[in-house]
């Protein structure tokens, strides 16, 4: 029998399903290849009963296809392939992380390898996050356990958990890391339940270096799960293993999840993701065209960070929108052509922030009228609202300065500039002031 007779198949899957599903059920499979028999060695349990509910009969079907007049026999078990090399899988740079790992623990091959801290783009927004996540390279276990990163969706929290994963197995190959979806833990914990494996999911989750365990707010409501989620966080952390979470919220305000773990997540430290300020949206914008082998205009990065505000997936996806028009069109990208590719999504997004809008919530937060900060009054309690929302219409709408003006009762424009300046200089002196400002502007872009 051939040699690459997996190789065949997994080249097939490849293709057939998406890179999540390969990382996490096929390419942990180790392949022995003996007379007519395929055989397949899954690390754990769960994989095994997985690829075999899942995939065993297409496999059977691609090995029939390879050997029509006698289909090779597919045997499928837990452990690891006793002798031969392994067969690797077609894409490279699996294939490597794979021959480094160990094959019963649990495997690295869920970490996205374009997630790094070299493709992550700094800026005020999540420069402390990033920093800390650094530190958790160096100092695994040491110096934040946990760590607890929280923001509101498409920030890049995902995508610092992969680079502290990718991180952790460059420093050592070796490393057992475990990145997973909250989801994935409690579907694992549900069939361990099952399947009375429930001591061999135990020492799966603990035997780990790191975890590193995404949107744990899937958690909320989910007892069980929350419990056995408990004692693997408690026996990690005595280990002085890793742990690395995140949330779209701050732990406390987690509804449906236990107070016990609320208050132990936060033992080590809990940092925020803020939204991207512009400059920063520019360039996640120039680096993402960059790494795409786009030349992009800085004007036109500009143009869309300017006016697409509400996460980073979203600016990835209008800029995927820019660079295959521009691709399909053969026309050359520029700020005309820019605004005309994302023409529907510019219209939406006009229509979601208004300056009425931005009136109206500034107004509700600070608890004065929005006849107030269109009048002439010029308290501080009036006044400050009033420059809040004028600068939050300057960075939030494309309106101009002086549209701006005769939208807060007839003002000039050089008083609209004054108000973007002063909040400017409030938010880097007043951390209240600058919460404020994040405050509104999350709830103004969601
Ligand atoms: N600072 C950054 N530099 C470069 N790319 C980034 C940055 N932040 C986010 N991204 C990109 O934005 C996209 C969304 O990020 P990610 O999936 O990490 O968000 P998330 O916060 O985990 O969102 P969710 O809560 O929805 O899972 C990814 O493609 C990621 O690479």
Redesign the pocket.
């Known amino acids: 029998m051939s040699e690459s007779l997996w190789k065949g198949c997994l080249q097939r899957l490849e293709k057939e399903l998406p890179d999540q599903q390969l990382n996490t059920w096929i390419r942990p499979l180790q392949a022995e290849e003996q007379g007519n028999q395929l055989r397949l060695y899954a690390p754990n349990r769960f994989v095994l009963d997985w690829v075999r509910e899942h995939f065993s009969t297409r496999i059977e079907e691609l090995l029939a296809g390879q050997y029509p007049d006698s289909p090779p026999q597919l045997i499928m078990s837990i452990g690891a392939q006793p002798t031969a090399p392994r067969v690797a899988a077609s894409d490279e740079r699996e294939s490597r992380a794979r021959t480094s790992a160990p094959a019963s623990t649990p495997h690295n091959a869920n970490l996205n390898r374009d ?1 790094t801290f070299d ?5 005020k927004s ?1 420069q402390l996050a990033r920093a800390a996540s650094l530190q958790v390279v160096d100092n695994p276990g040491q110096a934040y356990n946990p760590l607890f990163i929280y ?10 958990m992969h680079a502290i994963g990718n991180a952790l197995m460059n420093g050592r190959p070796d490393a057992r890391v475990l990145y997973l979806h909250s989801e994935r833990f409690v579907a694992d914990m549900i069939k361990a339940l099952q399947h009375n494996a429930i001591n061999e999911f135990k020492r799966h989750y603990r035997g780990v270096d790191a975890l590193l365990i ?2 744990i707010q899937f958690f909320a409501g989910k007892e069980r799960s929350q419990e056995e989620f408990f004692h693997t966080f408690n026996a990690l952390l005595e280990g002085h293993q890793q742990v690395v979470m ?1 949330c ?1 919220r701050y732990p406390k305000e987690i509804n449906g999840l236990e107070e016990r773990l609320k208050s132990r997540f936060g033992w080590g430290l809990t940092i925020a ?1 803020d939204p ?1 300020e512009l400059e ?1 949206r520019v360039a ?1 914008l120039l ?2 065209a960059d790494q795409a082998g786009i030349d992009m205009p800085p004007e036109v990065a500009f143009f869309i960070a300017k006016r697409i505000r509400s ?3 979203e600016l ?1 996806g209008a800029l995927r929108r820019v660079m295959a028009n521009a691709h399909f069109t053969g026309e050359p990208i520029t700020v005309d052509f820019a605004k005309s590719a994302l023409r529907d999504l510019l219209a939406l997004q006009d229509k979601l922030v208004t300056t009425e809008n931005i009136q109206k919530t500034v107004a509700e937060y600070y608890k004065v009228r929005v006849s107030d900060l269109l009048s002439k009054r010029r308290s501080r309690s009036i006044a400050r609202p009033r420059q809040m929302a004028m600068a939050l219409a300057k960075e939030l709408t494309s309106h101009s300065l002086p549209e701006i003006g005769d939208a807060f009762g007839g003002r000039d424009h050089t008083t609209v500039l004054h108000a973007c300046r002063k909040v400017q200089s409030l938010r880097e002196s007043d951390a209240r002031f600058d919460e404020d400002y994040h405050n509104l502007s999350r709830t103004l872009s969601s």
């Open positions: 997630f493709t992550f783009v700094e800026g999540n923001g509101g969706v498409g920030l890049g929290k995902t995508h610092l995404d949107d995140s779209d993701i991207p920063t996640i680096s993402k996460n980073i997936r990835e």
